[in-house]
């Protein structure tokens, strides 16, 4: 993928994405003054992207378009909170505040946070066949004992404060993406077999991390062992620019300790927006075909036959 593709994508996107805020599509997130900072006492020293300081204004709900799940999503995430399943790199938690942006942004309690994203090599679970790019370790050289159907994936319940946390890793990287996680708030439905059922999807996002912190973290073990040249925020093709809002954490410790990141998002628990496809992104593997082809266990609803009819815009990837 030339430089010229990865820009004349990210147009695209954004495009797609001022056309769903013309239309009304997304969700509002809800913003406070701390969305807005980072953190003194987290270490990196690289500069971060010019993204992070495009933040939303104090207690302002604004219009955050919802964007493509991915190839990589599966049915049936366990209710938990530590997502790692004995995966060992650097800690982050992820808290995240879900509220009412029809009416005062109230916190909204009992809705089901669903987040799931890749590991320090960028494999995800349920696909560690597919080839994140650059030069990895084969994901079977992980011998953490994680479950390789469900690592790095879970639901929580938002309480009386609408706060939901997990305990995860900082995630690695695939081309061509920028670093993420991928979440989902769903209401309606209810807790079956450790699992969600029924309801709907409010809202379909990504977060992201400003540039700084993976400039730290991949120099870590076992971070380092996968090599080549990860895409910073401004050449990403689903990230909008747009701080806080556009799904921008912020985060607070070191590489080190550990990392919290927060953010507080804004639902219409009314609505159903899936993200299916909207947002820009595509749903094809990263950097092409796996090796071995996709993994045979692929559940029904994963995109992954979903081919851009623009040629163009065929190797795009969430």
């Known amino acids: ?25 997304g ?18 020293s690289a500069s971060g992207s010019a993204g992070a300081t495009a933040q939303a204004a104090s207690d302002t709900c604004v219009l955050n378009p919802t964007v493509t799940q991915g190839p990589y999503y599966l049915d049936g995430a366990l209710f938990r909170k530590d997502i790692t399943d004995g995966k060992q790199s650097v800690p982050l938690t992820v808290r995240l505040t879900v509220r009412d942006q029809t009416g005062s942004c109230a916190p909204v309690s009992g809705a089901a946070v669903e987040i799931w994203h890749c ?5 995800y679970s349920g696909y560690t066949t597919a080839n994140p790019g650059g030069s990895a370790p084969a994901e079977s050289e992980d011998t953490s004992g994680a479950n390789d159907k469900t690592y790095l994936r879970g639901f929580q319940t938002t309480g009386d404060d609408g706060v939901v946390e997990f305990t995860t890793i900082y995630p690695g990287w695939y081309t061509p993406r920028a670093t993420h996680i991928h979440v989902k708030v769903h209401t309606g439905g209810k807790k079956a077999d450790n699992t969600y059922e029924g309801g709907k999807v409010n809202w379909t996002g990504q977060l992201f ?13 076992p971070y380092s062992r996968h090599t080549g040249s990860w895409t910073r925020l401004d050449d990403d ?7 806080a809002k556009d799904g921008l954490m912020t ?7 550990g990392f919290t990141g927060t953010l507080t998002v804004g639902i219409d628990p009314d609505k159903e927006n ?3 496809g909207t947002g820009g992104g595509g749903s094809q593997p990263p950097s092409g075909p796996p090796p071995s082809g996709m993994p045979s266990g692929m559940h029904s609803g994963t995109p992954s036959a979903m081919m851009p009819s623009d040629g163009a815009s065929a190797s795009a990837t969430s």
């Open 274 to 276: 899936s993200g299916a």
């Open 27 to 44: 969700l509002t997130s809800c913003s406070s003054d701390s969305d807005s900072q980072t953190s003194s006492d987290a270490s990196p």
């Open 237 to 243: 093709m689903v990230y909008a620019g747009g701080g």
């Open 251 to 257: 985060l607070t410790g070191s590489v080190d300790s």
């Open 119 to 123: 590991d320090a090599w960028g494999y």
């Open 1 to 25: 993928m030339t430089d010229s593709d990865i820009t004349r994508r990210r147009a695209l996107t954004l495009g797609g994405a001022a056309t769903g805020a013309a239309l009304g599509i």
């Open 209 to 221: 991390f400003d540039d700084k912190y993976g400039e730290e973290v991949y120099k870590k073990s």
